[in-house]
């Protein structure tokens, strides 16, 4: 079966830090990788998505970056934090379904807190 | 502008009683899925509708597509403490292709006990 592993869950580092947070996902080959962010109690903002290794969309111009060394493997990156990259961080992975659209399994989530 | 609208924001109600939370757009989709969010916890997905005008059920959920794939509906029946969490809508807009999930904004529910 599928798993997708998310750390850590909670993260809170002084504005001007860098950052990485990882993911990783087991018992699938090639899967479609995301990174949302969510504000507190509300709907998902998609920051990145991949199709493939090193093959990287960015839907947000922002202070993140992402990366995707291996096939099952993403990172959430930045140089700086700033106080508003605060939020709760959601990794996905996805199956592609043809007229079902996407079905994303979540990981767990980072709760990053930037002070 | 904001794809998927969803409503009301937030809702609380007793155990026992029903309620319908709503998820529209202006835009034509594919397909649209269902997601509940516990706190501190990643989405799972419940359900996803293709066809304009399908009704599923999920024990004491039903969902309803619009006849013009613009819109749906979350029915709960008799809620129980257990049903509390955030929905979510999700689509794959037809203009952006690709593997693009959007969300909506969720509906957050509450059942007393």
């Not at chain 1, 990783?24 to 969510?38: A, C, M």
């Not at chain 1, 202070?63 to 959430?76: G, K, M, T």
């Not at chain 1, 079902?100 to 399994?105: D, H, I, P, R, S």
């Not at chain 2, 989405?43 to 009704?55: D, N, Q, S």
């Amino acid at each position: 079966s599928q798993t997708i592993h998310q750390w850590p869950a909670t993260l809170v580092q002084p504005v001007g830090s860098p950052l990485s947070l990882e993911c990783t996902v087991e018992g699938t080959s090639n899967p479609n990788l995301y990174w949302y962010r969510q504000a507190a109690g509300r709907g998902l903002q998609l920051l990145f998505y991949s199709v493939g290794i090193g093959q990287i969309s960015s839907e947000v111009p922002q202070n993140l970056s992402a990366s995707r060394p291996q096939d099952r493997q993403f990172i959430l990156s930045s140089k700086k934090l700033l106080l508003s990259d605060s939020g709760f961080y959601l990794c996905a992975w996805s199956v592609r379904r043809g007229l079902a659209g996407e079905k994303l399994f979540f990981g767990s989530g980072t709760q990053l807190s930037v002070l | 502008t904001q794809l998927l609208e969803q409503s009301p924001q937030f809702l609380s109600i007793q155990e026992g009683e029903n309620l319908t939370v709503y998820c529209n757009s202006s835009s034509v989709f594919s397909s649209l899925q269902w997601y509940r969010q516990e706190p501190g916890e990643g989405p799972v997905l419940l359900v996803t509708v293709v066809t304009g005008g399908e009704v599923k059920k999920l024990k004491r959920l039903t969902f309803q597509f619009g006849d013009a794939r613009k819109d749906s509906s979350l029915h709960i029946t008799a809620a129980q403490t257990g049903d509390t969490g955030l929905y979510l809508c999700a689509v794959t807009p037809y203009q952006t292709g690709a593997n693009n999930l959007f969300f909506g904004t969720g509906t957050r529910l509450t059942v007393i006990p």
